[in-house]
């Protein structure tokens, strides 16, 4: 080839990420080619500390010139100068095609456990902050208008569930990439009498695949990952869209701090969530990354085909920008200050409490529920016409609606009605699993450091 065109087609630029888990294979592999006594032992010793040897010296000790191709060949020429040409008997029975395939499961199994542990410690801030916010009220909306009063605490843990999902998505993603193709070689296996189940075993994979060439050939288990990564970015994407939003003057319902915002160019006055609206755009690019990933592997015939080499630059930079956006978020909102007086102010103002009426009205009338949420509807309304504040809606000012709609007074307890509009109270009366009332939500701070607990204690096990 050309200079040009070895290095069009050289993968080395990205091959760094997998040069461990090369040396890693070609170890465990030249281990098994001994124990099954298919190379000489005295060849295959030499082989082996020569591997060693690499290992320690990290990537810098080889050869990268792109005109090398690809890292197995410059691990392959680097022992070779170590050993002499009996160097090639550790390619015995191993393809550069089941080689590859299996460098990228262990690397990205390495990431997704880094990753992992990055997302419990981010729960476990989130559960921290929720546990100082147990009865602080603010709104929750729906189509970013007010609708019910809640607490921040409950608010923060809708996030804390996503992520547990986003964890468990992982953690099932997981699974499908722990299976060693080794042994595969180019696409149907090999004459030798090698033990295939020995080197999962030095890998530390759970299973080898069971077909050849779906092991030389397959990466959806790459595509699985990164629809994973990409959903835990999207969550990631809007937990900052909030931060966002609730930083504004309209909103003034946190403060972020100095290091994770900056100020304008000519306006001094200015503080802007500027590391947000970075992980919000971050994010984005996973989207993009798992996109073309599908598109390079969805028509392609098996078994392995050169394009597969460019799915890899895609992988980690998803993983990369997850990681780092991942890490960023968590930080941001271990700083992250909410202001407790807004948030009450908000609850109390726009009728968020309109619910609770119509509840107060079926509970203690008897009347259906559409009558009731029309009652109170009409009541907002007349309210918002007079220019009455939530707190002004007595019992009286309801019986007068009541009387156009259903003919008669509802005659409500005055004080009943007063503690009804209470946002406190609403919140308090929230005791169904899964509610905002304190004493639920403590029960889902309790359930999410269990699942901390055991997934924490599974993670290192495995490392």
Partial sequence: ???????????????????????????????????????????????????KELENEGISALNLDPSVEDIHMAVENYITAKVGEEAGFMHTAKSRNDQVATDLRIALKEELKFIQRDLLLLIKTIIKIAEDHLETVMVGYTHLQHAQPTTFAH????????????????QDAYKRVDLCPLGSAALNTTSFPINRERTAELLGFSKIMENSI??????????????????????????????IIWSSYEFRMVDLSDEFSSTSSIMPQKKNPDVAEIIRAKTAILNGELVTILTIIKSLPQSYNRDLQEVTPHLWKSVDTLRSSLTVTRDMLATLEFKNKRGEELAKANFSAAIELADLIVKEKNVPFRLAHQIVGLTVAKALKNSKKLEEIDAEFLDATASDVIGKKLSLDPKMVKKTLDPTEIIKNREIPGGSAPSMVKIAINNLNNFIKKNSSELDNNI
């Fill in 155 to 170: 608010h923060l843990l809708s996030y804390a569930q996503t992520l547990k999902r986003d964890y468990e998505r992982l």
């Fill in 1 to 51: 080839m050309s200079n040009e065109v070895a290095a069009f087609t050289s993968s080395l630029d990205f091959d760094h990420r997998i040069f461990q888990a090369d040396v890693r294979c070609n170890l465990a592999h030249t281990l098994m080619l001994l124990e099954q006594n298919i190379i000489p032992p005295a060849v295959g010793e030499k082989i082996v500390e020569a591997l």
């Fill in 214 to 243: 779906d092991g030389v050939s397959s990466r959806d288990f790459i595509a699985e990952s990164v629809f994973s990564l990409t959903m835990l970015g999207t969550t990631l994407s809007k937990i900052s869209e909030e931060i």
